[in-house]
């Protein structure tokens, strides 16, 4: 007998710490808004691959960086796309979902991007700075990041890591999508304090520069974040593209825009339920 209600299985991690962040409580605010619409059920990253073939999608939220239970997750992805189980976001994304390597990608191709290498001879092809920015290809949450000086790089530069100038930005400005239409836009006006965030105007400049990331990764459902840094010059550069599990900063939204990104997500869930998603997941 079918069921009267798509069913979701709604994968996070409510006990992840996160600096200044409380991630549990946005899922707890989703899934009580999404079980307006859907029959849903909660479970841990580790726990997804087990419980996933009594629900007719997989939504992927605070899940926390995927380093902590790679072997998990890894099992998870070969089993959604083996039995093409609906995941969203779906496991196509070019971006952050499968490392940091788009960086490099985005850099080769002229895009406006904080400049990045990773191999000892591209090094002259990076601006001279005070300082060097290093990272893991496969971090997440700023985990494993250094600031370095331009002596050190030689040594560091060995393929697993990023290299990019030290940006002295003004501030911090995070785009929000659903689907490929723009929600809502945050940025954070003190550097050093990047977990305060307030709601940003973007003019049609910003706008076109966000839209044209999430062109270029080519989901045709999910949320997407583009994260940017204003740089000295005033231009807009893409620091990542989050489409894996992006947290979602609803607590700094009024009641009006939080509704209305609630409503967007619900539209774009049963869309996605309803013509793409088994063939998205594959």
């Known amino acids: ?9 709604y994968v996070t991690d409510l006990t992840y710490p996160a600096r200044g962040r409380r991630y549990c409580d946005e899922d ?63 496991l196509t994304g070019r971006a952050d979902m499968a490392g940091k390597q788009y960086l490099l990608e985005l850099t080769a191709a002229g895009h406006p991007v904080i400049p990045t290498v990773d191999r000892p001879e591209d090094l002259g092809r990076l601006p001279a700075a005070d300082r060097y920015v290093v990272k893991p290809k496969l971090g997440a949450d700023s985990l494993g990041l250094r600031v370095v000086t331009a002596d050190e790089l030689p040594g560091l530069a060995d393929g697993t890591v990023l290299i990019q100038p030290y940006v002295d930005f003004a501030y911090e400005v995070s785009f929000y999508f659903v689907d490929h239409d723009f929600q809502y836009a945050l940025y954070a006006p003190d550097p050093e304090r990047r977990w305060e965030l307030r709601p940003y105007e973007p003019a049609p400049e910003d706008l076109e520069f966000a839209r044209r990331f999430i062109d270029w990764n080519g989901l045709e459902h999910g949320i997407q974040r583009v994260d940017a840094c204003r740089a000295p010059g005033g231009e807009l550069l893409l620091v990542e593209l989050e489409d894996f599990n992006p947290y979602l900063s609803l607590d700094a939204l009024d009641d009006t825009r939080r509704d209305a990104f609630v409503a967007a997500l619900k539209s774009s869930l049963r869309r996605f339920l309803a013509t793409g998603g088994p063939a998205a997941a594959r």
């Not at 007998?1 to 299985?9: G, I, V």
């Not at 009580?32 to 999608?57: G, I, N, Q, V, W």
């Not at 899940?63 to 093409?84: Q, T």
């Open 1 to 9: 007998m079918p069921f009267a209600r798509p069913r979701l299985l």
């Open 28 to 90: 707890i605010h989703l899934t009580s808004r999404l079980r307006e619409d859907f029959d849903l059920a909660l479970c841990h990253p580790k726990d997804a691959a087990a419980l996933m073939d009594a629900f007719e999608a997989v939504v992927v939220r605070n899940s926390g960086p995927v380093l902590a239970c790679r072997e998990a997750h890894e099992d998870f992805r070969a089993r959604a796309l083996a039995r093409a189980m609906p995941v969203y976001n779906p």
